[in-house]
């Protein structure tokens, strides 16, 4: 039989023992394992031991609620906006609809290394590793207008902000990172 830990604490040991003295001073002999079980749970003020294994459990589901269910994935929308990329996994050209662009700067997000700055030099050095049309100050332009890089005001310090993509970019993101890998 398998071990489930539950936590248990009173607000009155003393009111524990003498609950727990009183309960036993009526047993005629030793109680077994279920009957302690049930005198420990009478004793903080539980009905019994599956009463308060109960409210436990539901206790935990309150506590942690089941993550949300994945929002669902336009497969299609997603083949329409590989064509901007390589077989490398390069952007070609800039989508000409927004809601193939989109995806595309989340690709380009995902390249940006987390959690460091740069100044303009370096992010569009690193924008131009990942793109082949040659434009890489409309791509920070629109990283920084769609809320998926910072700059200061002067422009001198970007940095990529910690979000996650939605899942037609999680998708794409995976898809071409598979295709660098042969995957």
């Not at 050209?93 to 290394?113: A, D, Q």
């Not at 794409?172 to 295709?179: T, V």
Request: net charge positive; aromatic share 8%; proline share 7%.
């Amino acid at each position: 039989m398998s071990r489930t830990l539950l936590p248990f604490q009173t607000d009155d040991i003393s009111a524990l023992a003498r609950s727990l003295n009183g309960q036993l001073a009526k047993c005629e002999r030793l109680p077994g394992h279920v009957e302690l079980l049930n005198m420990l749970a009478r004793a903080t003020g539980w009905r019994n031991f599956q009463h308060f294994r109960a409210q436990n459990a539901a206790r935990e589901r309150l506590d942690n609620p089941p993550p949300p269910a994945p929002a669902p994935v336009d497969y299609a929308r997603v083949q329409r906006v590989l064509r901007h990329f390589d077989t490398d996994g390069q952007l070609i050209r800039w989508p000409g609809k927004f809601s193939e662009r989109e995806p595309c700067l989340w690709v380009l997000w995902s390249k940006l290394p987390a959690r460091q700055t740069f100044n303009e030099a370096e992010i569009s050095r690193l924008l131009q590793a990942h793109h082949r049309f040659g434009d890489h100050a409309l791509l920070r332009r629109e990283l920084c207008d769609r809320g998926l890089v910072t700059r200061t005001a002067d422009g001198r310090v970007y940095q990529r902000i910690e979000r996650q993509p939605p899942a037609e970019a999680l998708a794409l993101i995976r898809y071409l990172g598979d295709r660098r890998t042969g995957g």
